[in-house]
Structures are given as structure tokens and as C-alpha cells.
């Protein structure tokens, strides 16, 4: 699966990427969100998406809400290492750790 991955912390990217590699899947990795949204823009294709929302150049929200425009039936998990306050998602805590679990699991969701 090809998964895109737009964190801005480079460990978490780094440490994401290597992860979900090792699990199979084909990553796009941005650590700017403005590049991340310039290349879904010109039709960058992906089966899930893991956006870190408290991006340090462009707020998360407008990326996802840009994605859901575009692919709307695409899995999206939402990240942060602040407090997720005002927002109408569901969430759940996870740890890096298990990111590859984590994707799995929006996947299998998504085929239901």
C-alpha cells in the first residue's frame, strides 16, 4: 500500500518510514506541509494517510481537509505530540512503537 506521511518531526518521520517499510507498504514522507499539499495537488495517489496536525508551516487541517476533497473514501490518521482539543474526530493514544499496527487496523477498517 502506498502510504503518505507528512510529519515535520524528523525522527518521527524517519522512524515512521522505516517502520512501514519494513511492513511492506511504499512511503511518501513530507516533512513540509506545504510541498505534501503541492504534491496532492498535481495527483500524488495513496491508499492511507498519517498527518502530524500541528505541522510547523501550514495547519494539518487544511491538508486533510484538501484530501478528503480529493479522495474522500481515504483513511486518514491524525497525529500530534500536543493535545487534540476542539476537534470532532475520534482518536486513541498509540506510541511509535506500534505505527505499523495502527495502519493495519485503519486499513482493514476501511475494506469493511
Known amino acids: 500500500m502506498a502510504i503518505i506521511v507528512i510529519v515535520d518531526d524528523m525522527c518521527t518521520g524517519k522512524?515512521?518510514?522505516r517502520r512501514l517499510e519494513e511492513a511492506g507498504h511504499t512511503i511518501f514522507w513530507y516533512y513540509i506541509g506545504h510541498e505534501a499539499l503541492d504534491e496532492l495537488n498535481n495527483g500524488l495517489k495513496y491508499d492511507l494517510a498519517l498527518v502530524?496536525?500541528?505541522l510547523d508551516d501550514i495547519d494539518g487541517n487544511?491538508?486533510?481537509n484538501r484530501?478528503?476533497?480529493?479522495?474522500?473514501d481515504k483513511?486518514?490518521?491524525c497525529t500530534s505530540c500536543y493535545p487534540i482539543l476542539n476537534t470532532r474526530a475520534?482518536?486513541?493514544h498509540w506510541n511509535l512503537s506500534?505505527?505499523?499496527e495502527v495502519v493495519e487496523s485503519a486499513l482493514k477498517e476501511k475494506q469493511r
Request: proline share 8%; no cysteine.
Open 62 to 64: 487544511q491538508i486533510i
Open 52 to 54: 502530524d496536525i500541528s
Open 90 to 92: 475520534d482518536y486513541r
Open 98 to 100: 506500534d505505527i505499523a
Open 67 to 72: 484530501m478528503k476533497e480529493l479522495y474522500p
Open 15 to 17: 522512524i515512521s518510514k
Open 75 to 77: 483513511p486518514v490518521i
